[in-house]
């Protein structure tokens, strides 16, 4: 939970537990402030384009499964890719992600 959420809380047990009228002054304060960091937010990351997808793994380095003269498989992370480098490189060796063909990462020897 972000922490205009934890205001939004804080403001309701401020509500509860605090005696009149500071139960009401507390829980106006709270949720003025978690109001403002929703905004803030808000603003923040308002057009920022979402970065997914093959395209982020340019630049990335991983190791080969498997021989790739010029096609294999390569470990990026967690995740096993299809691969082509046209330089070749061996299995185990370190690779860097130069680009992709539709499902298939372009690599170069590191």
Do not use: Y
Request: aromatic share 4%; net charge positive.
């Amino acid at each position: 939970m972000h922490s205009g959420g934890v205001l939004f809380l804080l403001a309701l047990a401020l509500l509860l537990v605090l005696p009149g009228p500071w139960n009401v002054v507390g829980a106006a304060v709270a949720v003025v402030l978690g109001v403002g960091e929703v905004s803030l937010w808000q603003r923040t990351v308002r057009g920022r384009k979402a970065e997914v997808g093959a395209e982020t793994l340019v630049g990335t380095q991983g190791t080969s499964l498997s021989p790739c003269r010029p096609e294999g498989q390569v470990q990026l992370g967690a995740e096993i890719w299809n691969a082509r480098c046209d330089a070749g490189v061996d299995a185990g060796q370190k690779v860097r992600v130069v680009g992709r063909r539709g499902l298939t990462l372009v690599v170069e020897r590191v």
